[in-house]
């Protein structure tokens, strides 16, 4: 485990020692944007940094209004909702939409929050095979007749894959069937102005595909929300026992939130020079003949067949001073690998660092 000392950027402090930093979901750099530290030491002199109470009951502030307000009008949307957690915002979706499906569909490498999100009493659990829509039309055809629910991350946590969102719209659309996609990566990362995979297809922003979002990764704070039409966040106020039964997002991380957005508004290039960068990475590692995923996305794994070689990867970047983990994370499909994630602020120095260094292990221990 990196024990942190400090703030992560590009760069991290740990244990003393400096290290240039490729991990986590800080993909345009601004967990430690100084205009959003500002708001966030503003709200903490007026608001405190918590009001220790639901947004149901006392903890709802203008900051948050003003958040929802904002993230609306960043997605397009007629509302936004905001709660304590992304993670949260699969459960909020599913318990809100309950009576309206009774088979849920659900990509077999999904993040966990979408299994944990599946309510006890849904009997039907399908597992399609990873980004396979052909798959997913299939064992939507030989469910005839159940109310269907299909559930799909937007972007994938470890290997940066884009969900074949396009083919599962239309698959969705054949039969009748409801559409979440679970856009933690995606935000502020894809589509023409950042609202995700759904824009990222140019498939219709109708309202009928729910998203699930967060502000914990490409946005630099924390929480997460969902936007849409005013009855889908009426009934996330209404109906919702995790919304309305936990603490409120703490004031200060609402005004991180607000922040962020007006520097990503007032900053579009940011995505592109994020993504430019990763497929420089990606195109470097498949010239070098490593495994990688091919799509422009901030995360580039490093795919092996043993843990071990992901494990001494990882571990000899770390002693060449750059931090790039091996992930094992809860998942229903085994990988190993070593996850390159990329931010906006990366320098080219430390890409060619990353790169030096990879070709070095790759000449010890891979050369054929
Ligand atoms: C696909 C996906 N959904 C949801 C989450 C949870 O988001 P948060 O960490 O903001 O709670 C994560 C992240 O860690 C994720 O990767």
């Known amino acids: 485990m990196i024990l942190l000392n400090g703030e992560v950027g590009n760069y991290i402090y740990s244990n003393g020692k400096k290290f240039s930093y490729f991990a986590g979901n800080n993909y345009l750099g601004l967990a430690g944007h100084p205009e959003i530290k500002k708001a966030v030491i503003r709200a903490v002199e007026k608001y405190g940094v918590n009001f220790a109470a639901s947004r149901h009951t006392t903890g709802t502030s203008d900051l948050h209004l003003e958040l929802e307000g904002a993230l609306a009008s960043f997605k397009g949307k007629e509302d936004a909702v905001v709660f304590a957690s992304g993670y949260q915002g699969n459960s909020i979706l599913l318990e809100i939409l309950k009576g309206s499906y009774s088979t849920i569909f659900i990509d077999q490498s999904a993040h966990a929050s979408i299994i944990a999100a599946i309510p006890a009493d849904v009997v039907k659990v399908m597992y399609y095979d990873h980004c396979d829509a052909g798959h997913l039309d299939y064992l939507l055809d030989y469910n005839r007749g159940s109310s269907p629910l299909v559930i799909t991350d937007g972007i994938f946590a470890l290997t940066g894959e884009i969900a074949p969102l396009n083919q599962i719209y239309e698959v969705v659309r054949k039969h009748d069937a409801i559409l979440v996609v679970d856009d933690a990566h995606a935000t502020g990362v894809i589509g ?9 297809f140019g498939l219709p922003g109708d309202g009928k595909i729910y998203q699930t979002e967060t502000m914990s990764k490409a946005l630099g704070g924390y929480g997460g929300f969902i936007s849409g039409s005013r009855s889908v966040t009426g009934l996330i106020r209404e109906k919702s026992a995790t919304y309305q039964a936990s603490t409120a997002l703490p004031p200060p991380i609402a005004a991180a939130g607000i922040a962020s957005l007006a520097i990503i508004r007032e900053n579009p290039g940011l995505r592109k020079e994020l993504l430019d960068k990763a497929w420089t990475i990606r195109e470097a590692l498949t010239a070098m003949d490593f495994r990688t995923t091919h799509f422009r996305t901030p995360i580039v794994p490093v795919l092996f067949d043993t843990a071990e070689k992901a494990n001494g990867l ?26 390159i994630a990329v931010s906006a602020t990366h320098t080219d120095d430390q890409i060619s660092q990353l790169l030096g260094l990879l070709k070095q292990w790759k000449d010890k221990n891979e050369s054929n």
């Open 192 to 200: 023409a102005t950042g609202k995700g995979t759904p824009e990222h």
């Open 314 to 339: 990882s571990q000899f970047l770390e002693e060449n001073r750059v931090i790039a983990p091996s992930v094992n994370y809860p998942a229903r499909q085994q990988l190993f690998l070593v996850r």
